[in-house]
């Protein structure tokens, strides 16, 4: 049985599987799109926003961590500038999966995994905007 088993194996050795998720992270934080598999993406959402939590840390602790994970130097200071900014009011669910259909070559199942654009303003209460009758 498969009870309180975190996380997918993804069929790789979990060196393998370490690698695919940085580099997977890199792309994302860097691209903010990326077309993958749904298992992949919806392993990748978590560890997504996992380095975007310590973007919007700060600390020196922080940026050491997510630069021990992220790639590309260029892509931890986007983190730590534009995504942590344009960010602070959100907690959480930074990313977002759309189902694009199978792959033409095996079948596989494909998704869209993108950051969610900037939180617009929330409506005032008190104004429905609707007709008046």
Avoid: C
Avoid at 25 to 46: F, M
Avoid at 116 to 133: D, L, N, W
């Amino acid at each position: 049985m498969r009870h309180r088993k975190a996380g997918r194996k993804l069929g790789r050795t979990s060196s393998h599987r370490k690698a695919m998720m940085r580099n997977l992270v890199t792309s994302l934080l860097k691209h903010e799109k990326i077309t993958t598999t749904d298992a992949k993406a919806k392993e990748l959402r978590s560890v997504t926003d996992k380095m975007i939590t310590l973007g919007k840390k700060g600390t020196l602790h922080a940026r050491r961590q997510a630069l021990s994970f992220i790639r590309d130097r260029d892509t931890t200071e986007k983190v730590f500038a534009v995504l942590s900014a344009r960010y602070r009011d959100r907690e959480g669910g930074y990313t977002r999966i759309v189902k694009k259909g199978p792959r033409p070559g095996d079948n596989a199942p494909l998704s869209v995994i993108e950051l969610m654009p900037e939180t617009a303003p929330k409506k005032r209460s008190g104004q429905s905007g609707g007709s008046v009758k």
